[in-house]
Protein backbone atom coordinates (compact mmCIF):
# COMPACT_ATOMS: atom_id res chain seq x y z
CA UNK A 1 0.00 0.00 0.00
CA UNK A 2 1.22 3.51 -0.59
CA UNK A 3 0.49 6.69 1.25
CA UNK A 4 1.10 10.13 0.08
CA UNK A 5 3.56 11.61 3.16
CA UNK A 6 3.09 15.10 4.24
CA UNK A 7 6.51 15.43 5.46
CA UNK A 8 8.16 14.02 2.09
CA UNK A 9 5.79 15.50 -0.53
CA UNK A 10 5.26 12.15 -2.12
CA UNK A 11 3.71 8.72 -2.09
CA UNK A 12 5.43 6.34 0.20
CA UNK A 13 5.20 2.75 0.56
CA UNK A 14 3.66 1.68 3.47
CA UNK A 15 5.66 0.02 6.18
CA UNK A 16 4.42 -0.24 10.01
CA UNK A 17 7.20 -0.09 13.06
CA UNK A 18 5.58 -3.44 14.48
CA UNK A 19 4.22 -6.30 12.08
CA UNK A 20 0.62 -6.33 11.96
CA UNK A 21 -0.26 -3.38 14.68
CA UNK A 22 -0.72 0.47 13.18
CA UNK A 23 -0.50 3.18 16.03
CA UNK A 24 -2.23 6.29 14.18
CA UNK A 25 -3.29 9.55 16.48
CA UNK A 26 -5.67 12.03 14.67
CA UNK A 27 -6.33 15.30 16.42
CA UNK A 28 -9.82 15.65 17.33
CA UNK A 29 -12.43 18.71 18.26
CA UNK A 30 -12.04 21.37 20.83
CA UNK A 31 -15.05 20.64 22.74
CA UNK A 32 -16.83 23.69 23.14
CA UNK A 33 -19.64 24.05 19.93
CA UNK A 34 -21.25 21.41 17.85
CA UNK A 35 -19.15 20.15 15.17
CA UNK A 36 -19.51 21.71 11.22
CA UNK A 37 -19.01 19.81 8.45
CA UNK A 38 -15.39 20.96 8.32
CA UNK A 39 -14.98 19.05 11.50
CA UNK A 40 -16.54 15.99 9.92
CA UNK A 41 -14.21 15.73 7.38
CA UNK A 42 -11.00 14.15 9.30
CA UNK A 43 -13.35 12.34 11.69
CA UNK A 44 -15.12 10.50 8.35
CA UNK A 45 -11.46 10.03 6.84
CA UNK A 46 -9.68 8.43 9.51
CA UNK A 47 -12.27 6.42 10.70
CA UNK A 48 -12.91 4.80 6.84
CA UNK A 49 -9.32 4.57 6.88
CA UNK A 50 -8.84 2.83 9.77
CA UNK A 51 -11.50 0.17 9.50
CA UNK A 52 -9.73 -0.43 5.67
CA UNK A 53 -6.65 -1.10 7.57
CA UNK A 54 -8.51 -3.35 10.01
CA UNK A 55 -9.91 -5.61 6.55
CA UNK A 56 -6.47 -5.73 6.01
CA UNK A 57 -5.48 -7.28 8.83
CA UNK A 58 -3.58 -4.80 11.18
CA UNK A 59 -4.50 -4.28 14.57
CA UNK A 60 -5.23 -0.66 14.59
CA UNK A 61 -4.72 1.12 17.98
CA UNK A 62 -6.28 4.11 17.23
CA UNK A 63 -6.59 7.32 19.29
CA UNK A 64 -8.50 10.33 19.34
CA UNK A 65 -7.77 13.15 21.48
CA UNK A 66 -10.21 15.30 23.32
CA UNK A 67 -9.14 19.36 23.83
CA UNK A 68 -10.93 19.57 27.31
CA UNK A 69 -9.42 22.56 28.44
CA UNK A 70 -8.68 25.37 26.13
CA UNK A 71 -9.16 29.37 25.94
CA UNK A 72 -12.12 28.44 23.79
CA UNK A 73 -13.78 26.44 26.42
CA UNK A 74 -13.35 29.00 28.87
CA UNK A 75 -14.48 31.90 27.64
CA UNK A 76 -17.67 29.53 26.35
CA UNK A 77 -18.21 28.23 29.74
CA UNK A 78 -18.66 31.66 30.92
CA UNK A 79 -20.91 32.74 28.07
CA UNK A 80 -23.07 29.31 29.19
CA UNK A 81 -22.40 30.01 32.82
CA UNK A 82 -21.15 26.30 33.73
CA UNK A 83 -17.64 25.07 34.64
CA UNK A 84 -15.21 24.38 31.88
CA UNK A 85 -15.05 21.01 32.58
CA UNK A 86 -18.70 20.64 32.76
CA UNK A 87 -18.35 22.37 29.52
CA UNK A 88 -16.47 20.44 27.57
CA UNK A 89 -18.29 16.77 29.07
CA UNK A 90 -21.20 18.50 27.67
CA UNK A 91 -19.91 19.16 24.45
CA UNK A 92 -18.28 15.61 23.93
CA UNK A 93 -21.64 14.08 24.64
CA UNK A 94 -22.97 16.13 21.77
CA UNK A 95 -19.81 15.31 19.44
CA UNK A 96 -20.49 11.56 19.84
CA UNK A 97 -24.17 12.09 18.77
CA UNK A 98 -22.83 13.24 15.87
CA UNK A 99 -20.18 10.89 15.05
CA UNK A 100 -22.65 8.12 15.63
CA UNK A 101 -25.11 9.48 12.95
CA UNK A 102 -21.86 9.71 10.57
CA UNK A 103 -21.09 6.17 11.59
CA UNK A 104 -17.71 6.90 12.89
CA UNK A 105 -16.73 3.87 15.59
CA UNK A 106 -15.17 5.13 18.62
CA UNK A 107 -11.29 5.18 18.73
CA UNK A 108 -9.15 3.05 20.85
CA UNK A 109 -8.32 5.21 23.04
CA UNK A 110 -10.21 8.99 23.15
CA UNK A 111 -7.76 10.86 25.83
CA UNK A 112 -8.58 13.95 27.47
CA UNK A 113 -6.35 16.85 28.16
CA UNK A 114 -7.98 17.29 31.82
CA UNK A 115 -6.52 13.55 32.52
CA UNK A 116 -3.29 14.05 31.25
CA UNK A 117 -2.08 17.13 32.88
CA UNK A 118 0.71 14.93 35.11
CA UNK A 119 2.36 13.84 31.93
CA UNK A 120 1.98 16.93 30.25
CA UNK A 121 3.94 18.54 33.18
CA UNK A 122 6.87 15.56 33.11
CA UNK A 123 7.23 16.37 29.23
CA UNK A 124 7.41 19.92 29.59
CA UNK A 125 9.67 19.63 32.28
CA UNK A 126 12.11 17.27 30.53
CA UNK A 127 11.90 19.82 27.63
CA UNK A 128 13.44 22.45 29.82
CA UNK A 129 15.97 20.43 31.53
CA UNK A 130 17.01 19.29 27.56
CA UNK A 131 17.28 23.46 26.53
CA UNK A 132 14.32 22.91 24.49
CA UNK A 133 12.12 24.96 26.63
CA UNK A 134 12.27 27.78 29.21
CA UNK A 135 10.15 29.44 31.62
CA UNK A 136 9.04 33.12 32.40
CA UNK A 137 7.23 34.18 35.14
CA UNK A 138 5.13 30.85 35.31
CA UNK A 139 4.84 30.73 31.46
CA UNK A 140 6.99 28.36 29.61
CA UNK A 141 7.86 27.72 25.78
CA UNK A 142 9.28 26.37 23.56
CA UNK A 143 12.70 27.17 22.28
CA UNK A 144 12.51 27.15 18.47
CA UNK A 145 16.01 28.09 17.48
CA UNK A 146 17.79 25.14 19.53
CA UNK A 147 15.40 22.65 17.54
CA UNK A 148 17.50 22.77 14.06
CA UNK A 149 14.90 21.15 12.24
CA UNK A 150 11.89 23.45 12.71
CA UNK A 151 9.70 23.98 9.66
CA UNK A 152 10.63 20.33 7.67
CA UNK A 153 6.96 18.55 8.14
CA UNK A 154 5.30 22.26 6.73
CA UNK A 155 8.43 23.23 4.30
CA UNK A 156 8.44 26.28 6.01
CA UNK A 157 11.46 28.46 5.78
CA UNK A 158 12.61 29.66 9.87
CA UNK A 159 13.48 32.94 9.16
CA UNK A 160 10.69 33.63 6.89
CA UNK A 161 8.46 32.62 9.47
CA UNK A 162 10.25 35.06 11.69
CA UNK A 163 9.75 38.47 9.90
CA UNK A 164 6.06 37.41 9.27
CA UNK A 165 5.26 36.88 13.01
CA UNK A 166 3.58 39.53 15.22
CA UNK A 167 5.08 39.84 18.55
CA UNK A 168 2.23 40.34 21.07
CA UNK A 169 2.20 43.38 23.37
CA UNK A 170 2.95 41.52 27.13
CA UNK A 171 4.56 38.85 24.76
CA UNK A 172 7.24 36.98 27.54
CA UNK A 173 9.26 34.67 24.87
CA UNK A 174 12.42 35.48 23.33
CA UNK A 175 11.73 34.86 19.79
CA UNK A 176 8.16 35.23 18.37
CA UNK A 177 7.99 31.36 17.28
CA UNK A 178 8.46 29.93 20.16
CA UNK A 179 4.85 28.71 21.68
CA UNK A 180 3.48 28.14 24.73
CA UNK A 181 4.00 24.95 26.24
CA UNK A 182 2.19 26.19 29.56
CA UNK A 183 0.26 29.47 30.76
CA UNK A 184 0.03 30.95 34.06
CA UNK A 185 -3.48 30.95 35.13
CA UNK A 186 -5.33 34.31 34.97
CA UNK A 187 -7.30 35.27 37.85
CA UNK A 188 -10.34 33.14 38.39
CA UNK A 189 -9.81 30.32 35.65
CA UNK A 190 -9.19 26.40 35.64
CA UNK A 191 -5.67 25.83 36.56
CA UNK A 192 -3.00 22.97 37.80
CA UNK A 193 -0.09 22.73 40.61
CA UNK A 194 2.90 22.74 38.37
CA UNK A 195 6.40 23.49 39.21
CA UNK A 196 6.27 26.73 37.36
CA UNK A 197 3.04 27.72 39.35
CA UNK A 198 -0.75 27.39 38.84
CA UNK A 199 -1.72 27.26 35.26
CA UNK A 200 -2.82 24.79 32.17
CA UNK A 201 -1.29 23.41 29.45
CA UNK A 202 -0.73 25.25 25.83
CA UNK A 203 -2.58 23.82 22.84
CA UNK A 204 0.26 21.64 21.36
CA UNK A 205 2.03 20.02 23.77
CA UNK A 206 -0.98 17.73 24.41
CA UNK A 207 -1.51 15.59 21.35
CA UNK A 208 2.43 15.05 22.05
CA UNK A 209 2.25 13.76 25.45
CA UNK A 210 -1.22 11.95 25.09
CA UNK A 211 0.22 9.95 21.46
CA UNK A 212 2.86 8.67 23.20
CA UNK A 213 1.36 7.74 26.30
CA UNK A 214 -1.21 5.68 24.43
CA UNK A 215 0.38 4.24 22.12
CA UNK A 216 3.85 3.21 24.43
CA UNK A 217 5.97 4.27 21.56
CA UNK A 218 8.10 7.67 20.87
CA UNK A 219 7.02 6.84 17.02
CA UNK A 220 3.22 6.93 15.61
CA UNK A 221 2.76 5.12 12.72
CA UNK A 222 0.39 7.50 11.22
CA UNK A 223 -0.34 10.78 12.51
CA UNK A 224 -3.53 12.58 10.76
CA UNK A 225 -5.51 15.56 10.25
CA UNK A 226 -6.90 18.46 8.81
CA UNK A 227 -4.56 20.37 6.09
CA UNK A 228 -5.15 23.37 8.36
CA UNK A 229 -3.20 21.64 11.34
CA UNK A 230 0.09 21.54 9.39
CA UNK A 231 1.54 24.65 10.62
CA UNK A 232 1.32 25.75 13.39
CA UNK A 233 0.23 22.54 15.31
CA UNK A 234 1.95 19.61 14.00
CA UNK A 235 4.96 21.69 13.09
CA UNK A 236 5.09 22.33 16.66
CA UNK A 237 4.21 18.49 17.85
CA UNK A 238 7.28 17.47 16.13
CA UNK A 239 9.77 20.00 17.51
CA UNK A 240 8.47 19.26 20.80
CA UNK A 241 8.21 15.07 20.48
CA UNK A 242 11.58 14.74 19.01
CA UNK A 243 13.06 17.46 21.05
CA UNK A 244 12.00 15.05 24.11
CA UNK A 245 12.79 11.78 22.69
CA UNK A 246 15.35 11.84 19.98
CA UNK A 247 13.54 9.91 17.94
CA UNK A 248 11.14 10.39 14.82
CA UNK A 249 7.73 11.19 15.98
CA UNK A 250 5.68 10.27 12.81
CA UNK A 251 6.70 8.08 9.74
CA UNK A 252 3.65 8.78 7.68
CA UNK A 253 1.80 12.34 8.09
CA UNK A 254 -1.81 12.05 6.26
CA UNK A 255 -3.77 15.27 5.92
CA UNK A 256 -7.69 15.84 4.48
CA UNK A 257 -7.91 18.43 2.16
CA UNK A 258 -10.51 21.60 3.22
CA UNK A 259 -14.18 21.48 2.22
CA UNK A 260 -15.24 25.42 1.45
CA UNK A 261 -18.84 26.16 1.38
CA UNK A 262 -20.08 27.17 -2.35
CA UNK A 263 -15.96 27.66 -3.00
CA UNK A 264 -15.62 29.89 0.19
CA UNK A 265 -13.94 29.49 2.99
CA UNK A 266 -16.15 28.40 5.93
CA UNK A 267 -16.42 31.44 8.46
CA UNK A 268 -18.92 32.83 11.45
CA UNK A 269 -18.50 36.15 9.87
CA UNK A 270 -19.83 34.84 6.32
CA UNK A 271 -22.77 33.40 7.89
CA UNK A 272 -21.50 29.67 5.76
CA UNK A 273 -20.90 27.97 9.01
CA UNK A 274 -23.11 24.42 8.42
CA UNK A 275 -23.36 22.17 11.58
CA UNK A 276 -23.65 18.48 11.23
CA UNK A 277 -26.33 18.62 12.89
CA UNK A 278 -28.31 20.94 11.14
CA UNK A 279 -27.23 19.00 7.94
CA UNK A 280 -28.74 15.85 9.64
CA UNK A 281 -32.18 17.36 9.53
CA UNK A 282 -31.95 17.20 5.59
CA UNK A 283 -29.65 14.17 4.89
CA UNK A 284 -28.92 10.87 7.02
CA UNK A 285 -25.40 10.43 8.22
CA UNK A 286 -24.56 7.87 5.14
CA UNK A 287 -25.07 11.12 2.54
CA UNK A 288 -22.78 13.20 4.64
CA UNK A 289 -20.51 10.73 4.94
CA UNK A 290 -20.66 9.54 1.24
CA UNK A 291 -20.27 13.03 -0.05
CA UNK A 292 -17.20 13.32 2.30
CA UNK A 293 -15.57 9.93 0.90
CA UNK A 294 -16.54 10.29 -3.19
CA UNK A 295 -13.60 12.72 -3.46
CA UNK A 296 -9.93 12.00 -2.75
CA UNK A 297 -9.45 13.06 0.73
CA UNK A 298 -6.26 15.04 -0.20
CA UNK A 299 -8.93 17.45 -2.69
CA UNK A 300 -10.78 20.51 -1.19
CA UNK A 301 -14.40 19.56 -1.25
CA UNK A 302 -16.73 22.13 -2.43
CA UNK A 303 -20.29 21.59 0.02
CA UNK A 304 -23.63 22.83 -1.18
CA UNK A 305 -27.48 21.64 -0.37
CA UNK A 306 -26.61 20.78 -4.40
CA UNK A 307 -23.73 18.54 -3.93
CA UNK A 308 -25.84 16.66 -0.54
CA UNK A 309 -28.99 16.38 -3.41
CA UNK A 310 -26.50 14.52 -6.05
CA UNK A 311 -24.46 12.09 -3.02
CA UNK A 312 -28.14 10.97 -2.12
CA UNK A 313 -28.85 10.23 -5.37
CA UNK A 314 -25.70 8.26 -6.11
CA UNK A 315 -26.19 6.83 -2.41
CA UNK A 316 -29.73 5.82 -3.99
CA UNK A 317 -28.57 3.51 -7.07
CA UNK A 318 -25.77 1.83 -5.30
CA UNK A 319 -29.00 0.84 -2.47
CA UNK A 320 -30.90 -0.51 -4.54
CA UNK A 321 -28.28 -3.27 -6.10
CA UNK A 322 -27.79 -3.63 -3.05
CA UNK A 323 -30.98 -3.79 -1.75
CA UNK A 324 -31.56 -6.14 -5.19
CA UNK A 325 -28.47 -8.60 -4.09
CA UNK A 326 -30.12 -9.28 -0.56
CA UNK A 327 -33.43 -10.11 -2.26
CA UNK A 328 -32.52 -12.16 -4.59
CA UNK A 329 -29.82 -14.07 -2.24
CA UNK A 330 -32.10 -16.46 -1.16
CA UNK A 331 -32.95 -17.56 -4.69
CA UNK A 332 -31.22 -20.35 -4.78
CA UNK A 333 -30.85 -20.42 -7.94
CA UNK A 334 -29.15 -22.59 -10.23
CA UNK A 335 -28.09 -20.85 -13.77
CA UNK A 336 -24.97 -22.10 -16.08
CA UNK A 337 -24.88 -18.22 -16.70
CA UNK A 338 -23.62 -15.70 -14.65
CA UNK A 339 -21.57 -12.73 -15.17
CA UNK A 340 -21.64 -11.56 -11.53
CA UNK A 341 -19.14 -13.96 -10.01
CA UNK A 342 -16.39 -13.24 -12.79
CA UNK A 343 -17.15 -9.11 -12.91
CA UNK A 344 -17.43 -9.00 -9.51
CA UNK A 345 -13.78 -10.51 -9.20
CA UNK A 346 -12.53 -8.24 -11.08
CA UNK A 347 -14.21 -5.27 -9.32
CA UNK A 348 -13.01 -6.48 -6.13
CA UNK A 349 -9.60 -5.87 -8.03
CA UNK A 350 -10.05 -2.86 -9.20
CA UNK A 351 -11.32 -1.28 -5.45
CA UNK A 352 -8.32 -3.06 -3.43
CA UNK A 353 -6.02 -0.98 -6.10
CA UNK A 354 -7.59 1.79 -5.76
CA UNK A 355 -7.88 1.97 -1.75
CA UNK A 356 -3.76 0.84 -1.76
CA UNK A 357 -3.12 4.01 -3.97
CA UNK A 358 -3.13 6.63 -1.26
CA UNK A 359 -6.79 5.64 -0.64
CA UNK A 360 -8.44 6.34 -3.12
CA UNK A 361 -12.34 6.41 -1.50
CA UNK A 362 -13.36 8.28 -4.84
CA UNK A 363 -11.89 5.58 -7.54
CA UNK A 364 -13.39 2.59 -5.78
CA UNK A 365 -17.23 4.56 -5.62
CA UNK A 366 -16.60 4.65 -9.51
CA UNK A 367 -16.29 1.16 -9.28
CA UNK A 368 -19.46 0.02 -7.61
CA UNK A 369 -21.29 2.53 -10.20
CA UNK A 370 -19.93 -0.06 -13.14
CA UNK A 371 -21.07 -2.83 -10.36
CA UNK A 372 -24.70 -1.58 -10.04
CA UNK A 373 -25.04 -1.69 -13.79
CA UNK A 374 -23.95 -4.79 -13.88
CA UNK A 375 -25.91 -6.17 -10.93
CA UNK A 376 -28.90 -4.38 -13.25
CA UNK A 377 -27.93 -6.35 -16.41
CA UNK A 378 -27.85 -9.64 -14.50
CA UNK A 379 -31.39 -9.04 -13.19
CA UNK A 380 -32.86 -8.22 -16.06
CA UNK A 381 -31.21 -10.59 -18.96
CA UNK A 382 -31.67 -13.23 -16.26
CA UNK A 383 -27.60 -13.88 -15.85
CA UNK A 384 -26.79 -14.27 -12.38
CA UNK A 385 -26.53 -17.78 -10.34
CA UNK A 386 -26.24 -18.42 -6.62
CA UNK A 387 -22.68 -18.34 -6.24
CA UNK A 388 -22.54 -14.84 -8.18
CA UNK A 389 -24.88 -13.31 -6.21
CA UNK A 390 -23.50 -14.45 -3.37
CA UNK A 391 -19.98 -12.89 -4.69
CA UNK A 392 -21.28 -9.40 -5.73
CA UNK A 393 -23.86 -9.60 -2.41
CA UNK A 394 -20.27 -10.23 -0.62
CA UNK A 395 -18.46 -7.67 -2.11
CA UNK A 396 -21.38 -4.61 -1.75
CA UNK A 397 -21.40 -5.75 2.31
CA UNK A 398 -17.80 -5.48 3.22
CA UNK A 399 -16.35 -2.43 1.16
CA UNK A 400 -19.98 -0.39 1.22
CA UNK A 401 -21.56 -1.73 4.64
CA UNK A 402 -18.34 -2.70 6.46
CA UNK A 403 -15.89 0.15 5.43
CA UNK A 404 -17.12 2.94 3.54
CA UNK A 405 -19.94 2.61 5.84
CA UNK A 406 -22.45 4.19 3.20
CA UNK A 407 -24.91 1.13 3.28
CA UNK A 408 -27.77 1.12 3.62
CA UNK A 409 -29.15 4.28 4.62
CA UNK A 410 -32.82 5.66 4.96
CA UNK A 411 -33.79 9.02 3.37
CA UNK A 412 -34.49 11.69 5.98
CA UNK A 413 -38.23 12.33 5.33
CA UNK A 414 -38.90 16.33 5.16
CA UNK A 415 -42.10 17.57 5.74
CA UNK A 416 -42.41 19.31 2.12
CA UNK A 417 -43.44 23.53 2.57
CA UNK A 418 -44.37 25.50 -0.13
CA UNK A 419 -41.52 27.38 -1.32
CA UNK A 420 -38.60 25.56 -0.13
CA UNK A 421 -38.05 22.75 -2.51
CA UNK A 422 -37.96 24.96 -5.59
CA UNK A 423 -41.87 25.13 -6.16
CA UNK A 424 -41.97 21.36 -6.95
CA UNK A 425 -44.88 20.83 -3.87
CA UNK A 426 -46.81 23.92 -5.30
CA UNK A 427 -46.71 21.96 -9.27
CA UNK A 428 -48.01 18.76 -7.67
CA UNK A 429 -50.90 19.76 -6.10
CA UNK A 430 -51.49 21.98 -9.48
CA UNK A 431 -51.59 18.46 -10.75
CA UNK A 432 -53.78 17.02 -8.22
CA UNK A 433 -56.37 19.86 -8.19
CA UNK A 434 -56.34 19.45 -12.23
CA UNK A 435 -57.24 15.77 -11.97
CA UNK A 436 -59.88 16.60 -9.45
CA UNK A 437 -61.69 19.44 -11.58
CA UNK A 438 -61.92 16.63 -14.94
CA UNK A 439 -63.09 14.22 -12.72
CA UNK A 440 -65.88 16.55 -11.07
CA UNK A 441 -66.54 17.56 -14.86
CA UNK A 442 -66.70 13.94 -15.94
CA UNK A 443 -69.49 13.56 -13.06
CA UNK A 444 -66.80 11.52 -11.22
CA UNK A 445 -67.33 12.84 -7.53
CA UNK A 446 -65.91 10.06 -5.90
CA UNK A 447 -63.01 10.15 -7.70
CA UNK A 448 -63.15 14.15 -6.36
CA UNK A 449 -63.98 13.03 -2.94
CA UNK A 450 -61.31 10.90 -2.67
CA UNK A 451 -58.43 13.51 -3.41
CA UNK A 452 -60.18 15.84 -1.30
CA UNK A 453 -60.88 13.54 1.98
CA UNK A 454 -57.05 12.36 1.66
CA UNK A 455 -55.30 15.78 1.22
CA UNK A 456 -57.86 16.71 4.51
CA UNK A 457 -55.67 13.79 5.95
CA UNK A 458 -52.13 15.75 5.21
CA UNK A 459 -53.87 18.86 6.70
CA UNK A 460 -54.62 20.36 3.50
CA UNK A 461 -58.17 21.69 2.55
CA UNK A 462 -59.32 22.31 -1.16
CA UNK A 463 -61.40 25.87 -1.58
CA UNK A 464 -63.59 25.85 -4.30
CA UNK A 465 -64.72 29.05 -5.80
CA UNK A 466 -65.99 30.64 -8.93
CA UNK A 467 -62.47 31.41 -10.37
CA UNK A 468 -61.50 27.41 -9.78
CA UNK A 469 -60.15 25.44 -6.59
CA UNK A 470 -57.27 26.57 -4.73
CA UNK A 471 -56.12 25.04 -2.09
CA UNK A 472 -54.31 26.19 1.36
CA UNK A 473 -52.29 24.26 4.52
CA UNK A 474 -54.49 24.35 7.99
ZN1 LIG B 1 -3.00 17.64 17.69
Keep these: MKIYN ?5 KEEFNTIHKGIVNMYVCGPTTYNFIHIGNARPMVVFDTFRNYLASIGYQVNYIQNYTDVDDKIINKSKEEGIGPLELAAKYIEEYRKDANSLRVKEATFHPKVSENIEEIIEFIDTLIKKGFAYEVEGDVYFDVRNYKPYGKLSGKNIDDLKSGARVEIGDKKRSPLDFALWKTAKEG ?21 MSMKYTKSPTLDIHGGGQDLIFPHHENEVAQSEGYTGKPFVNYWMHNGFITVNKEKMSKSLGNFFLVREILEKFSGEVIRYFILSSHYRNPIDFNDGALVESEKSLTKLMTAYNNLEKLINDNRD ?10 TKIEEKIEKALQDDFNTALAFSFFFDGSKIVTKAIKENLYNQKGLEKAFSIFKKYLVDILAVLPFEKVEEEVLEGDDNGTFNKVMEILLD ?11 AYGDLIRNELTKLDIEIIDTKEGSTWKKK
Excluded: Y
Aim: aromatic share 10%; charged share 30%; with cysteine.
Design 6 to 10: TISRK
Design 335 to 344: NQNDILENEF
Design 435 to 445: VRNMARKDKNF
Design 189 to 209: EINWVSPWGNGRPGWHIECST
